[in-house]
């Protein structure tokens, strides 16, 4: 059941209707193969500058999938990705990144034998306006507080601040994060709301996977929401308590 073609006229971000909004990323059609495996099926989504959406949908319905499709870690892909103006789907994903793109993948790959100021200056940059470290531990204190502490030393949220801290050095102002509640105690996650709140502010246009729908719900600008490869709602954040019951169709376990 595909359901909701987004209406520009009638939902807005910051107060402004989604139509005024500049385009950061356009997918059209996209379909993306793993070997002889058809993961992706025809995913159309536009997300505007300084908006942050939602990926929503149960294990394997290809939310990940979208992210690595967009950072062109996926070989087999057809159809159209167009970011900042750019079409990128024939593009190698060194080559994404400079275009401001930052990915934070699940498993977060930071350097254990490295400290956590090592890890943050490791990352060229991509971009420019990327934020010094200051200013990333005025972000995140927890990280100023470690901030000659080994990688193996650090808890599961304070890898997972400092994965996203090392994106926001290089530049990018556009961020594909994945499943970065997975795991970490409540007041992490609210930390980690906090900092999501703060980067929008800042104008950064944000992509999040998302399990944790309670702490996903009051970030959000629009919610898509995936099944078997398809997005087949899109839900913004005046329609949470109405449309309820597509949450409950296909994120309920």
Request: aromatic fraction near 6%; hydrophobic fraction near 40%; glycine fraction near 10%.
């Amino acid at each position: 059941m595909i359901i909701d073609a987004e209406d520009h006229q009638n939902h807005e971000i910051g107060g402004r209707h989604l139509s005024e909004h500049i385009e950061e990323l356009r997918i059209q059609d996209l379909h993306a193969f793993y070997g002889e495996s058809h993961a992706l099926h025809g995913i159309d989504m536009t997300v505007y500058q300084g908006e942050l959406v939602t990926l929503l949908g149960r294990n394997g319905s290809g939310r990940t999938t979208t992210l690595r499709a967009v950072m062109g870690l996926i070989g087999h892909r057809t159809g159209s990705i167009v970011l900042k103006g750019e079409e990128i789907i024939k593009a190698q994903p060194h080559k994404i990144a400079h275009l401001g793109v930052g990915y934070c993948p699940e498993e977060r790959g930071i350097f254990s034998s490295l400290n956590v100021e090592e890890n943050l200056m490791l990352p060229p940059n991509v971009a420019p306006g990327g934020m010094s470290v200051e200013e990333i531990y005025d972000m995140f204190p927890n990280l100023a507080e470690r901030r000659k502490s080994m990688g193996t030393r650090l808890s599961g949220g304070e890898q997972q601040m400092l994965a996203m801290a090392r994106i926001l050095r290089t530049g990018a102002n556009v961020l594909l994060l994945d499943e970065i509640t997975e795991g970490l105690a409540p007041v992490i996650n609210d930390k980690l709301g906090e900092v999501l709140i703060k980067l929008k502010e800042r104008g950064y246009t944000i992509v999040l996977v998302e399990q944790n729908f309670r702490f996903a719900a009051p970030l959000a600008d629009r919610h898509f929401i995936m099944d078997h490869g398809h997005i087949v709602a899109t839900i913004h954040k005046d329609e949470l308590e109405s449309k309820q019951h597509v949450f409950d169709e296909y994120l309920s376990v």
